[in-house]
């Protein structure tokens, strides 16, 4: 008995047998309603795809639009990182120049040399 997986064209896939030892059933069925599957999955996605320049000319623009929206949202992404570490920068800055502040006061008024290391 010879068994063949089909794929059928609308999309389920069925096994044919043949009860006499040869090919003949599966042979006529694979030439009429089915297709063999395709081991590789690259043959099977071209295989869906229709050779035609419309669908390319309609496929093209949007494709163009995500490959544009991905690079835009890689690029807020960089913005917004490059924001947050400003801002948290300034204020580092601004607490250290607080501390310069109130330690310069003190030594100031008490002349203290850890005041002015501090400082």
């Known amino acids: ?5 089909l794929a059928v064209p609308w999309g389920a896939g069925c096994l044919a047998t043949d009860s006499l030892g040869d090919n003949r059933l599966a042979h006529d069925l694979l030439n009429q309603t089915a297709v063999m599957v395709k081991p590789h999955l690259m043959q099977w996605f071209a295989g869906m795809v229709p050779d035609s320049k419309r669908l390319l000319l309609i496929i093209w623009p949007f494709l163009a639009i995500v490959i544009l929206l991905v690079a835009l949202a890689m690029l807020a992404v960089d913005v917004l990182s490059a924001g947050r570490a400003y801002v948290s ?31």
Do not use: T
């Open 89 to 119: 920068g300034e204020g580092l800055w601004s607490k250290a120049q607080k501390d310069a502040v109130y330690y310069l006061m003190h030594y100031a008024q008490d002349k203290s040399e850890a005041n002015y290391q501090s400082f």
């Open 1 to 5: 008995m010879v068994a063949y997986l």
